[in-house]
C-alpha cells in the first residue's frame, strides 16, 4: 500500500490493484457538516415568520386570534361557525373603536329561542374571534329580553348539557365563559336550575382546586344560591362541602 497526501484527506494507493482510495480527513468532514448546520439554522432564522415569533408585536397582544377565511383550515368548522357562516345566527358584529358589539337583524324579542338560545351556548366553546365574542355576547343579551324565563325554562334539559360541555373544556377562557353563562342563566330561570345543579357541580368543584379560579367559582356559587333558594344550598354542599353560604 502506497500513501501519498492531497488536499484535504490521505490517498492510499494499492500496489498490487493500482487503486486509489480516498480518505477524507475527520477533521475535514466536521467541518463541512458544521458548515451546513450553520447554513440552515440561518435560513430558518431569517424568515420572517420565525421573526415574529421570536420578536412578538406589541400589536400582536391587542389582537385575539382570528379565524382567515382564506387560509386552509386544519379541520371541519364547528357546528357553531358552520351555522355562522351560513347566516344562521341572526346578528352581526359591529367593530367600535372603543368596544365591539352586536347588532341584530330583527328585535331579538321576537326571536324563537329554540334552537338559537342552544346554538349560541354550543359557540361559547369556540377559541377563535368572531365566534367567541359573538356566542358570549348573543346568550347573554337573549336572555335579557321580556318574555325569557318563559322561552328559556323549557329548553333547559338541552341547554344544561351544552353548558357542561364548556366547563369541563381544557381553555381557561372557554371555562369563564361557559360560567359566565350558566350564572345569566340562573338569574332568569331561577329556581328552575336546581333540578340540573348536580350536572354542572362536579365541573366547578374539580376547578375550585385551581386557585386563579377559586374566587369566580365561589361567587357563581353565591349567585347560584341567591337565584336558586334554599334548595340550591342543599344541592351545592352535596358537592361542595366546603363552600359558605351567603346566608351564613
Known amino acids: 500500500m502506497q500513501k501519498s497526501e492531497y488536499p ?11 487503486i486509489y482510495d480516498q ?11 458544521t458548515t451546513v448546520q450553520r447554513s440552515k439554522s440561518s435560513s430558518l432564522t431569517s424568515s ?4 415574529r415569533r421570536a420578536h412578538p408585536r406589541p400589536s400582536d397582544k ?5 379565524i382567515n377565511p382564506f387560509g386552509e383550515q386544519s379541520r371541519a368548522p364547528s357546528a357553531f361557525a358552520a351555522i355562522y357562516s351560513k347566516g344562521g345566527i341572526p346578528c352581526r358584529l359591529v ?13 331579538p324579542e321576537i326571536l324563537p329561542f329554540d334552537p338559537l338560545l342552544i346554538t349560541l351556548a354550543e359557540g361559547l366553546r369556540e377559541t377563535k374571534h368572531p365566534y367567541t365574542f359573538v356566542s358570549k355576547e348573543g346568550f347573554r343579551e337573549l336572555l335579557l329580553v321580556k318574555g325569557a324565563p318563559e322561552k328559556a ?19 381557561d377562557e372557554v371555562f369563564e365563559r361557559g360560567l359566565n353563562a350558566l350564572v345569566q342563566l340562573s338569574v332568569v330561570v331561577g329556581p328552575s336550575l336546581n333540578g340540573h345543579l348536580k350536572l354542572l357541580l362536579t365541573s366547578l368543584s374539580k376547578r375550585l382546586m385551581d386557585k386563579k379560579f377559586k374566587e ?5 356559587l353565591q349567585k347560584l344560591e341567591q337565584h336558586g333558594g334554599s334548595g340550591s344550598l342543599i344541592i351545592i354542599k352535596s358537592k361542595i362541602p366546603t363552600y359558605c353560604s351567603v346566608c351564613c
Open 8 to 18: 484535504g484527506g490521505v490517498q492510499l494507493r494499492n500496489r498490487a490493484t493500482g
Open 23 to 33: 480518505r477524507t480527513s475527520l477533521s475535514s468532514q466536521m467541518k463541512c457538516k
Open 48 to 51: 420572517p415568520e420565525a421573526a
Open 62 to 66: 391587542l389582537n385575539p386570534k382570528t
Open 95 to 107: 367593530h367600535g373603536s372603543v368596544k365591539h358589539r352586536l347588532q341584530w337583524e330583527c328585535p
Open 153 to 171: 325554562i323549557p329548553l333547559l334539559p338541552r341547554l344544561i348539557p351544552v353548558l357542561k360541555a364548556a366547563l369541563v373544556h381544557s381553555d
Open 216 to 220: 369566580p367559582i365561589t361567587s357563581a
